[in-house]
């Protein structure tokens, strides 16, 4: 009796420090990762800088030709929606949070501004852009629309992308998104 009384509380003792063990592994991950993307964060701010510098270039050309006018109203969108995603970035790094969704796992406010002024953009582009190369490439790097895999379940884009998202993430994302922006500008300058 006292023998089945000891087995049983060694493997009930085994089986809560095993389990504390995997949570303290899964913390430690996560903190590996946020860390991880904090650094590709840094590079990626190198390249938006790049970027940045070669925009001015590319604008002041077009404004020299005045068949680029059409593209100028879409420019200044996408740059008003840049400094939007900047804003994003610099208010999550230094309140260390997601800002697209609260603990509870909802949507926040600023998820849904983020959502609406990102479909916004994807629909003026759409109507401006009419080479098929280009409207993919936007589609792939800007788009906002739902996702569904391989088991043919659909997934909101902000579910997907950004819920559970560690802080460092999240800001690695939204770096990821500047960066997409200024690309897709170059592209229309490109036209």
């Known amino acids: ?16 420090s095993f389990s504390v063990g995997c949570q303290r ?6 903190l590996q990762l946020d ?3 904090l650094m590709y964060g840094k590079d ?21 030709r ?3 006018l059409k593209y100028a109203t879409v420019i200044r969108d996408m740059e008003s929606y840049f400094i939007y995603l900047e804003r994003l970035d610099s208010i999550s790094l230094a309140q260390e949070k997601n800002l697209f969704y609260t603990n509870t796992n909802e949507i926040t406010g600023e998820g849904k501004v983020f959502n609406k002024k990102s479909k916004e953009l994807m629909k003026q ?7 098929p190369f280009l409207k993919r490439r936007i589609v792939t790097l800007l788009g906002v629309s739902d996702v569904k895999n391989e088991e043919n379940i659909y997934f909101r884009y902000m579910d997907y992308y950004f819920l559970g998202l560690p802080p ?13 922006v200024l690309l897709i500008m170059h592209e ?4």
């Open 1 to 16: 009796m006292r023998i089945n009384k000891f087995l049983i509380i060694s493997c009930l003792v085994l089986f809560f």
């Open 25 to 30: 592994s899964e913390s430690s991950y996560d």
């Open 35 to 37: 860390h991880m993307m």
């Open 44 to 64: 990626i701010e190198k390249d938006i800088a790049w970027l940045k510098e070669s925009l001015v270039l590319k604008k002041d050309s077009m404004e020299k």
């Open 66 to 68: 005045e068949t680029e």
């Open 125 to 131: 582009l759409d109507q401006l852009v009419h080479e």
């Open 168 to 180: 460092k993430t999240f800001n690695y994302l939204i770096k990821m998104r500047k960066r997409d």
């Open 188 to 191: 229309v300058l490109e036209q």
